[in-house]
């Protein structure tokens, strides 16, 4: 295979590789929303020992629906990308075997598929042109869930230490608070992942 | 690819095939062009890997502007898993197929060329002047299956009937039909599946009148060679796999 649709081959199964490391995101989220409505109803039964911890479960709910509702985004986003490098290695390889048939055909003949080259050549810069904003598009997407994250992290500390005060909830919330920044930080490995398989992208 | 003109009285017939330079572990295939003037149809275009040979082939001998039409037997990869490439650089063609595959045709990829499908009990296409015959060939082997009879030149594009399984290089043409038999006996139990379907379709091209009968694999038939294929084929019990 040529290098040009090997690369556009590559970019396809890292753009499809994307999406489903971001599906696998959004079905953590939505256990991290699941775990953050736990906290708050726990934070509720412990009553006002536990009063300042109530802010931080909502901020919890609050990012675990942002970040679902980011996934589901990032996810159409890459599959977008996934559904244009298909276009685009469709399109190089069509061009890659009209360019052996021009060799075939000699000097005299081969410039019967001028037009058609040209007019590819013209689809495959638009597509080309489609992927780039699309690929920056995902990139802005996965810093915005990756800043989520590390701020997810840095709550989670703050949920602990609050959770020093309730007593007998003590224990729970601690250990709450340690699954949604497990949770956090399984999202960010999702990310991290999704973002080297972006910087593979040689456009 | 060797190419070699079977007819040419006001229109003309082609046979491509024999591909030195095809991938070894492909079968290979012979693809057929009609040229009426500024119309051409194409009949089993080929697979995805004999296409930059076959595109280089085929113009030799017409303009692109002139390939107007495809025509696929039926819908296996050999046929026409090219198509998501005629597509592109035919994008004004229409596709001549059996109505039952179209659905399945579209994953080779067609954005561009119009389906036209062919009524199960067979169809006719006008070029420039002159007219095709699709003749139903349901079963043989393809649920979804036709021939193309072409009245003027005498040529029955028959498909897989008829097809052999040779190493690269055979002849064109059948020269020792008792020699042939060997290289078709295989093929024709193991894909044909039914007995019915086969007598059915025999009965249906005694009426017709044949000077050659083209398959898509192997060597073409010629004069006496036709009707021996066709007794031939009547005797043999096919469906080899269930038996």
Redesign the interface.
Known sequence: MPHASSQIAAQTAASATISGHLFRASIIAKRMALAAKNSRAMVLRAGTKAAGLKVISDYFDGLAGKTITLSNIINQCAISISRTSVRQW??Q??LD??A???L??GPE?SN??DG?VTH?RLFLEEQLHSLRSQLSELKDQLADIQQYMQSSNVVAVTFRLEATQTGEFQSILESMANTISQQSNDIKAHITTSQNKLSHFQI | MDAQKLFDDGHQWYVFGRDPEKPEKILDTNQYMIVDGKRSILLDPGGIEV???M??SV??YV??EHLTDLFASHQDPDIISSL??WD??LPNSSLHCSGIWEGFIRHF?MDNIEYKPIDDAGGRITLENIELDFIPAHYMHSSGNFNVYDPKSKILFSGDVGAALEPPGAPMFVDDFEQHVENMRFFHQRWMPSNEAKSHWIQRIRKLDIDILAPQHGRLFKGPDVQRFLDWFDQLDVGSAIK
């Open positions: 469709r399109t390889t069509f075997r009209l052996l048939c021009q075939r055909l003949k019967m598929l058609a590819r | 296409f930059s040979t595109l280089a113009l030799k303009n692109i998501g490439m592109q650089v990829g």
